[in-house]
Structure formats: structure tokens, C-alpha cells
């Protein structure tokens, strides 16, 4: 997952992460601009963060929105049906990203901001995103291509080796 966020004078900064969830469990591994890795581990009503290099990590209790911490916006479906029927002022269906996707567009929220998904039609997840104020996109986010293949072991551990989730 790709988090770009445009200045007004053009200037962008992004941010890539790899996404892990399974079983209640989320990991998150964001590279920084500086080329250190921070990894973000949610799950059983905690959070975990510790980076590259570090053999504790920090905790905190989770909430509602733990999952999406590090801010990628990782939206389904659900979400876009969610939004205030009064507030879409676009809807269909498009290809991004080599996806087959349904594109809903709304405005007049609490910011003000136009909003704009793109949900994949075979995953239901979100594959691109974008807000904008007036014309000017100060948001974006991609997603990669998804992977449910096996060989989770060790992912949903602590930098002591403490398994938190999985074997």
C-alpha cells in the first residue's frame, strides 16, 4: 500500500507498506524516508511498534481504529456503501490499476473534500483512492497486488520472538 500526500506547491511525500492480516491480527511494515523500517503489530485488543534494529517493542491498548494506524485507508465494500447516499455525485464501473472496480465519487462531508474509490469488483478491497480540495489531489492511495498465499510463520511475532498469533 502506497500513501502519497501532495503539498500545494506540488511537493509529494509517500510512504510504502506491506500489509499482513490474519486471524484478527494486522501487521504493517512501513519503510521511512531514512530507510528504517517501522513495524506496527494489532491484534487481541493491543498495539505493538518497534522498529528495524529494536528488540523490544512498545505497547498501548487498541481501539476501533488500530487497524489503520499507520493510515492506509484500507477500505471495502462495506465502506463505500456506507456513505451518505445524499453525498455521492458519481458512481460506475472502471478498470484501475488492472482491475475491474466500482468507482464511487462523493462530496459534502464534514471537510468539504471530494472523495473518490475504487473497490475491486473480485476482492472487495479497496485498490485506489484519492481526495481532493477544489481540483487539486492532496491524497492518494494504491494497493498493491493482493497475495493469500501461505507462509505467515513468524509474521505475527515480536522483534524477542514471541509469537503472538500463528506458528
Known amino acids: 500500500v502506497t500513501v502519497a500526500t501532495y503539498r500545494a506547491d506540488g511537493t509529494e511525500d509517500a510512504l510504502t507498506s506491506r500489509v499482513w492480516v490474519s486471524g484478527g491480527w494486522t501487521r504493517t511494515e512501513t519503510t521511512l524516508p531514512g530507510g528504517e523500517t517501522q513495524v506496527t503489530l494489532v491484534g487481541d485488543g493491543t ?7 529494536d528488540r523490544e517493542a512498545l505497547s498501548w491498548p487498541a481501539d476501533d481504529r488500530s487497524d489503520d494506524i499507520e493510515g492506509q485507508r484500507i477500505l471495502t465494500y462495506e465502506d463505500v456503501l456506507a456513505l451518505a447516499q445524499e453525498n455521492i455525485t458519481a458512481a460506475g464501473y472502471e478498470d484501475r490499476n488492472g482491475q475491474s472496480c466500482v468507482y464511487v465519487e462523493a462530496s459534502g462531508g464534514e471537510l468539504g473534500y471530494v472523495e473518490r474509490y475504487w473497490v475491486s469488483v473480485s476482492t472487495g478491497l479497496l485498490v485506489e483512492a484519492e481526495m481532493l480540495e ?3 489531489v492532496f491524497y492518494r492511495m494504491t494497493a498493491g497486488a493482493l497475495d493469500q498465499a501461505p507462509g505467515l510463520e513468524g509474521r505475527f511475532a515480536l522483534p524477542d520472538g514471541t509469537v503472538m498469533y500463528g506458528t
Not at 498495539?47 to 534494529?53: A, H
Open 134 to 136: 477544489g481540483e487539486r
Open 47 to 53: 498495539v505493538y511498534r518497534w522498529y528495524s534494529g
